[in-house]
């Protein structure tokens, strides 16, 4: 299992506490904008390419995801002990005359569907087990391109109902282990909170009342600047950009494609207990 952020000694601005809506990179600002204080309510973690485009695939066939850290040995007994499928890699999968499913979201939708999956991810998934390991335990879910608008109306409400969000883009990691910001993690961040602040047009401007407006931070702004500035030419950037580029390198140009179907999936992917499945429509 993953291992659960310990507290960590920052400095409070560095929490974004001031803010109802936050966002900050990686495992180690996720762990900080949601322990703040205050706690953040709901964790969105962002993988795009691909954990979270993966997840909300899969979730949308109704398949349970069970995140899990990347090259854990343990990955293949959790497996079994849930009675799930564990995905295997990108290139195995391409050798195997059925395969299971792959981190690969181009492979999983070709796939045959599996009820329990398991799905290790060096970044996303290992992500999303840590939060819900975490001492503020915070609701953890994953957010894509595919799915920004299900999970911004998932949100408004409970945002304008006094909710706090941590929005978690995951990004990557240099061979050194350090935190490489991945800017499709950027833009899928802020493709959802772009649709989020519309549907909370009202809130935010105080007009709610007796709650008052909600405050966004700067980071948070900065995200929804990045995604607005490539909005029109999305599938482009995606496959321009250094990830991007990566996957057509090694042939998986297709991941990159479905990666950049906006909306296509109207899913909300929820972590609860020990996997992902799809949240009840109007809940």
């Not at 990686?26 to 997840?55: H, K, M, N, Q, R």
């Not at 796939?111 to 996303?124: D, I, Q």
């Not at 998932?154 to 990691?173: D, K």
């Not at 321009?240 to 906006?262: M, T, Y």
Request: charged letters at 20%.
């Amino acid at each position: 299992m993953a291992v659960a952020p310990t507290a960590l000694d920052v400095d409070p601005a560095h929490t974004q506490h001031a803010s109802r809506i936050r966002l900050e990179w990686g495992p180690t600002g996720g762990a900080a904008i949601c322990a703040g204080p205050p706690a953040a309510d709901i964790a969105v973690v962002v993988d795009v390419l691909s954990f979270t485009t993966t997840l909300s695939i899969a979730t949308r066939r109704g398949t349970r995801v069970h995140p899990f850290p990347w090259k854990d040995e343990r990955a293949a007994a959790y497996a079994a002990e849930r009675r799930a499928v564990l995905a295997v890699g990108r290139f195995e999968a391409q050798h195997l005359d059925d395969p299971p499913p792959s981190l690969s979201p181009a492979t999983l939708l070709a796939s045959r569907y599996v009820a329990r999956l398991v799905l290790p991810s060096p970044n996303g998934s290992t992500i999303c087990a840590a939060l819900r390991d975490s001492p503020t335990a915070p609701t953890v879910v994953g957010a894509s391109l595919r799915n920004r608008t299900a999970v911004a109306d998932w949100l408004a409400p409970r945002v304008a109902a006094g909710a706090t969000v941590a929005v978690v883009p995951a990004g990557e990691r240099w061979t050194d282990g350090s935190l490489r910001p991945a800017v499709e993690d950027l833009w899928g961040a802020g493709a959802v909170l772009d649709r989020l602040l519309d549907r909370l047009l009202g809130v935010l401007d105080g007009s709610d009342g007796a709650r008052g407006p909600v405050a966004i931070s700067a980071e948070v702004r900065h995200a929804v600047a990045a995604y607005r500035h490539v909005a029109d030419q999305l599938a482009h950037e995606l496959r321009a950009c250094a990830s991007g580029q990566e996957l057509v390198a090694i042939g998986f140009g297709a991941d990159v494609a479905a990666a950049a179907e906006l909306d296509a999936d109207e899913v909300v992917p929820v972590l609860t207990d020990d996997g992902f499945a799809a949240a009840p429509a109007g809940a």
